[in-house]
């Protein structure tokens, strides 16, 4: 099955600072998200992007299908962001989500 | 307009027990997926129903079984319940392509 590998797997920010998580997928993908789990367990979607870039406020994310990675991009940091951060594809079409190892981020006041 | 919903939100069994979780979807989706998320690492896909019937299924043993009602809600069971079935259950719901998520169902087994 299709592999999904996150990175980095920690990451410690000072507030204000800005990031970039990246996802690479091992096969062509059909849908792909962008979630982030806060620390009750929540899983926010923050993105939707199979394809092409998307920018919502301090958030934005990039997908490059042909080259089977994807790039969330944090700006401008808050407390309020941390967590994990996942990204999930469906390699079939079938809306079966596959998850990566999540990178999960800190950030300092 | 409500989101997903998940119930109850945490829950306490004693190992060879069993559990029912229960799920209503977001207002117009009408696909179920059901996740496992142990403690560190990320959710793990149970199954997925679409028209009352089970579409696709991850790779979890015969214990754990679903159920999709008329109004597109619900259920996940789990039978025999072991000490490693201890973690987050998840569901999410979709109409096309993007998962919403409830807030999950915190399982511990004693």
């Known amino acids: 099955g299709i592999q999904v590998e996150q990175s980095p797997p920690d990451l410690i920010l000072q507030e204000g600072a800005n990031s970039t998580l990246r996802c690479n997928f091992s096969?062509?993908?059909?849908?792909l998200q962008w979630f982030h789990q806060n620390p009750w367990g929540q899983l926010i979607n923050l993105f939707y992007i199979p394809s092409g870039t998307k920018q919502n406020g301090r958030l934005s994310a990039t997908t490059v299908a042909t080259e089977r990675y994807s790039l969330l991009y944090i700006s401008s940091s808050q407390t309020t962001d941390s967590g994990v951060y996942f990204c999930a594809v469906d390699g079939s079409g079938t809306y079966k989500y596959i998850f990566g190892t999540g990178t999960r981020l800190k950030v300092l006041a | 307009d409500a989101g997903v919903t998940q119930s109850p939100t945490h829950l306490i069994k004693t190992r060879g027990q069993q559990v029912t979780l229960r799920c209503s979807p977001k207002s117009g989706h009408d696909t179920v997926s059901w996740y496992q998320q142990a403690l560190g690492q990320g959710p793990q896909f149970i199954f997925q129903?679409?028209?009352?019937?089970?579409?696709q299924r991850g790779n979890f043993p015969d214990r754990f079984s679903g159920h999709q009602f008329p109004n597109y809600s619900s259920e996940l069971n789990v039978n025999a319940l072991l000490l490693g079935d201890s973690a987050l259950y998840l569901c999410a719901s979709s109409r096309t392509a993007g998962y919403t998520f409830g807030s999950g169902t915190r399982l511990t087994v004693v």
């Open positions: 096969d062509s993908v059909n849908n």
């Open positions: 129903y679409y028209e009352e019937e089970e579409r």
